[in-house]
């Protein structure tokens, strides 16, 4: 499975942007997806997920409320939509896919069996 992130920017706090991740590969479908972030000087840190057919998400309790992650399987495609956006969010995002529950919420257990797109800067401005 091969990611490609994209829809970062820059933006002010408050703002609304819609980060997507585009995947090649026959198994995305069956795959549970999420996202990641790595602000600058810190580790990276779970973000939010789903599986694959949709029905099962998670979210850090830092975004929880405030973004929401989607997927279309026919396009291959998941989305994070970010709301009500601050400047703590700054980071690089990075999106995920891994064969199982899992395996795709834990940066440990993704090194295992994960895949993992190159990251998409978001910067918010105060």
Do not use: H
Not at 53 to 67: E, K, M, P, Q, T
Not at 81 to 87: E, G
């Amino acid at each position: 499975v091969q990611l490609q992130a994209s829809g970062g920017g820059l933006v002010q706090a408050g703002s609304l942007l819609r980060l997507s991740c585009e995947a090649s590969g026959q198994m995305f479908s069956s795959y549970a997806a999420g996202w990641y972030r790595q602000a600058p000087g810190k580790e990276r840190e779970f973000v939010a997920a789903i599986n694959w057919s949709g029905n099962n998400i998670d979210y850090a309790d830092s975004v929880r409320g405030r973004f929401t992650i989607f997927r279309d399987n026919a396009k291959k495609t998941v989305y994070l939509q970010l709301s009500d956006l601050k400047p703590e969010d700054t980071a690089v995002y990075y999106c995920a896919a891994a064969p199982s529950w899992g395996a795709i919420t834990t940066v440990q257990a993704m090194a295992v069996n994960g895949y993992w797109g190159q990251g998409t800067l978001v910067t918010v401005s105060s």
